[in-house]
């Protein structure tokens, strides 16, 4: 009785494994020839369009450049790739040009039908290509659906294409963010802000009642070296509710070469485990604080360390 | 047993189409984050890593190590200056090295540094040279390890990244690390590593300081949870003649192994042996599963092309 029954499980398995074999090898033999193409056929291409689009916007010229063999299979995603490209690496660039080419090959409309298509980490990508797309309003509404995804970086990107399409409510945006902003994604919109998309500025960041928006501000202060908000920072330090905002606001005082000799700072520090307070020692003498700083901040115990340390960081001429 | 059997090659098959789906989208998020310029600029203040390098004295390596655009990151070099004098000379030569003070580490006891040296070159002001004797007796691995604590002696940063002269890092792969660490709060990963290509792995240094300096199945001590698995290669073989040989030697042995499984299958089912088929399948898939694998990691070999591996 049972051995049919094996034997039948043996036969759909079998043919089960051939079939996800045979999809497996055409899939290989798919991927090889994408591969040969991409390196031969699409980046002489990207080539070309990325020449075309630098001498319009050299010579400042209105007229739509050409891009060769537009409408062939790949070539919306190699034109949107370069554009983003190009956005993404310059500055202060006048984008009314990029933005007709936009308009008039369709490029957002299309990419939104790719972004649907695509799924997971090829998802993020299209909409992170979609983010440097110069864009309107209407994109942030668009990209809505994919701040509810179950991937970060779907989430994550599909912010960035609000922020870039609606610069305005940019604060909007962050705060209603589905979960916590990881270091790498302040980091990205540190990248936006550098690149003059994000109008933000550090004072109502500090003192907005969003973690997130608290956590854009201090990345903003340590980035551009913002003296000013050292109060603010030290009443981070000293608030016990958020410890972790407190640790990272003690590091952009430490990257801002603040006077470190405060009651806040002293009781966090007491507060922290030997790891984490080995860690700022070696980011204090990485930045160059005096040993007098460390021996009164830190217990006597950890003074061999902190010696150490100093002595061998600064490395000084034998 | 014949059930087994069946169990076996199931999970053989599930295994692969896993491993297979765990690439590709190790693939396609280090394609996105190629892209991402924000975290090599602005997470250098927060994650920092040193390499530590043990049988690396080629320029062109050491050069290229030093060309990462990230900027929370060191290189260290040992290398012992009694047994490799003209290795030494060219290397302190080439980057303008001082010598410069040494005091013991409290975190990693080595007593047999000789000499410290960092470069005067602006340009070159992540890279230490540390001149520590070989022993003879020991083996190359032990001598890697011994390496390898005295450079961690001298590291600045909280992540410590072992290299043998064995081992190239890819071109992106200090980066790739960094953004994967940026996704967790601030200590909560101690080692990421890689399952494909040449092993490497990164290290937190306190884990390293724990265990009392690098030794054998470093990693195991650290907790699952606190670990990161990358499918994707983060390093090839520095040897680049030697990869080149031995990618077209397994290029090969894999066509030949799918076409082989193929026939087979397809001689088993013609005999109506239907086990002999289901096994052959199962191979068949492993395969065509190692094909695609291999097929989609090219475009991350394809960073090798033209280019000094660090």
């Known amino acids: ?318 | 047993m014949k059930a087994l059997l069946l169990l076996l090659l199931c999970t053989v098959g599930a295994a692969a189409c896993f491993v297979l789906r765990s690439v590709l989208r190790g693939r396609n998020k280090r394609r996105l984050l190629r892209d991402a310029h924000g975290i090599g600029s602005s997470l250098s203040e927060e994650i920092g890593i040193s390499v530590l390098c043990s049988g690396i004295d080629a320029p062109e390596r050491i050069d290229a190590l030093l060309g990462s655009e990230y900027t929370r990151f060191e290189t260290i070099v040992v290398l012992d200056a009694g047994g490799f004098p003209d290795e030494f000379a060219r290397l302190t030569a080439r980057y303008r090295m001082i010598r410069v003070e040494w005091h013991g580490s409290q975190e990693f006891p080595t007593s047999d540094i000789r000499t410290l040296w960092r470069s005067r070159r602006r340009n070159c002001r992540r890279l230490v040279l540390v001149d520590r004797p070989q022993r003879a007796d020991g083996s190359a691995s032990e001598g890697s390890v011994t390496d390898w604590n005295a450079a961690a002696s001298v590291a600045a940063y909280d992540y410590l990244l072992p290299l043998d002269g064995r081992t190239a890092l890819l071109p992106d792969a200090v980066m790739r690390i960094v953004a994967e660490l940026g996704e967790h709060p601030a200590g909560a990963v101690d080692a990421v590593r890689s399952r494909i290509g040449m092993p490497v792995a990164l290290i937190a240094r306190d884990v390293v300081v724990e265990a009392g300096g690098f030794g054998k199945r470093m990693l195991r001590q650290v907790p699952r949870r606190r670990r990161l698995v990358l499918w994707e290669p983060l390093a090839g073989r520095a040897d680049r003649a030697e990869a080149a040989k031995r990618a077209r030697v397994a290029k090969n042995m894999l066509r030949t192994a799918v076409i082989a499984a193929f026939l087979a299958t397809g001689g088993a089912v013609a005999a109506g042996y239907w086990t002999g088929a289901a096994v052959t399948a199962a191979a068949a898939v492993v395969a065509g599963a190692a094909a695609y694998g291999r097929q989609a990691l090219a475009f991350d070999e394809s960073a090798f092309d033209g280019k000094t591996l660090p």
Request: aromatic fraction near 8%.
């Open chain 1, 1 to 318: 009785m049972v051995n049919p029954m094996i034997d039948t499980l043996y036969k759909i398995y079998a043919v089960l494994a051939l079939a996800t074999a045979c999809a497996l090898s055409a899939g290989a033999l798919f991927a090889a020839l994408r591969e040969r193409r991409r390196r031969g056929h699409d980046a002489m291409l990207r080539a070309k369009y990325l020449h075309a689009l630098m001498l319009a916007l050299s010579g400042g010229e209105r007229r739509m450049p050409y891009f060769p063999l537009f409408g062939h299979p790949g070539t919306r995603l190699l034109l949107c790739e370069t554009i983003a490209g190009l956005v993404s690496i310059t500055y202060g660039l006048d984008t009314a040009l990029l933005r007709h080419a936009i308009d008039r090959y369709g490029l957002d409309r299309w990419m939104l039908r790719h972004v649907r298509r695509c799924r997971g980490y090829r998802r993020a990508r299209a909409l992170a290509l979609l983010a440097c797309l110069p864009s309107d309003e209407t994109m942030a509404a668009a990209v809505a659906p994919y701040l509810r995804s179950r991937n970060r970086y779907v989430r994550f990107y599909a912010l960035t294409v609000q922020l870039a399409a609606d610069p305005a409510h940019a604060l909007r945006y962050i705060e209603s963010y589905d979960g916590p902003l990881s270091v790498s994604e302040v980091a990205e919109l540190m990248a936006l802000l550098r690149r003059g998309i994000l109008p933000l500025a550090y004072g109502p960041l500090l003192e907005a009642r969003s973690l997130k928006l608290r956590r854009v501000g201090l990345a903003i202060v340590r980035q551009f070296g913002i003296e000013e908000a050292e109060g603010r920072l030290l009443q981070f330090v000293a608030d016990t509710s958020e410890p972790e905002l407190g640790r990272e606001a003690l590091y952009a005082l430490c990257s801002l070469r603040c006077s470190l000799l405060r009651r806040e700072v002293a009781v966090f520090i007491a507060g922290m485990d030997l790891r984490e307070r080995r860690a700022l020692l070696r980011c204090m003498a990485l930045e160059g604080y005096a040993l007098n700083t460390m021996r009164r901040l830190f217990e006597d115990e950890e003074r061999p360390y902190y010696e150490t340390l100093v002595q061998s960081y600064k490395r000084s001429l034998a």
